[in-house]
């Protein structure tokens, strides 16, 4: 039988406080459920997240990125459910970025983003775009990249 991946529909943004550069942890349903349960009523983030990696828990909570919690900790951390746009932008704004942008100036944001023209945008690029227009809370990036309704 096999085994299905739980897609992520959501990112939780931070600035980490030790580098400054902007992370994006996804998360599953279940997660992000957990996550508002902590935000709204906190508790002890081991008691919240249970099943969540103490890297992923310490993001939540400090909002230190995976390369300044291994510079602290000294451990090596996956950052496979982890976007750092810096690792995407490198200073500049992307081409792909760029054409979108351009095309939203010209629509509704919420119409460009479910529209051919966020097809250009990259998995990565489309979780920042989803929270930078607050956008998240309608839509989310499934594992394929696509952009999907919630």
Request: hydrophobic letters at 30%; proline letters at 3%.
């Amino acid at each position: 039988m096999k085994q299905t991946k739980t897609p992520k529909v959501f990112s939780l943004g931070k600035e980490c406080p030790m580098c400054g550069q902007k992370a994006y942890l996804r998360m599953t349903e279940e997660e992000e459920n957990q996550w508002r349960k902590y935000a709204c009523f906190g508790g002890h983030i081991q008691d919240r997240f249970p099943d969540m990696d103490v890297q992923k828990r310490e993001f939540i909570k400090s909002g230190y990125c995976p390369d300044c919690q291994k510079a602290l900790f000294g451990t090596e951390y996956d950052r496979s459910d982890f976007i750092i746009v810096d690792d995407i932008e490198d200073g500049e704004v992307p081409e792909d970025v760029k054409k979108f942008l351009e095309a939203a100036e010209k629509m509704n944001v919420k119409d460009v983003i479910k529209s051919e023209t966020a097809n250009i945008l990259t998995t990565e690029h489309k979780v920042v775009m989803l929270s930078e227009f607050d956008l998240e809370d309608i839509f989310y990036v499934d594992d394929d990249g696509n952009i999907k309704d919630r």
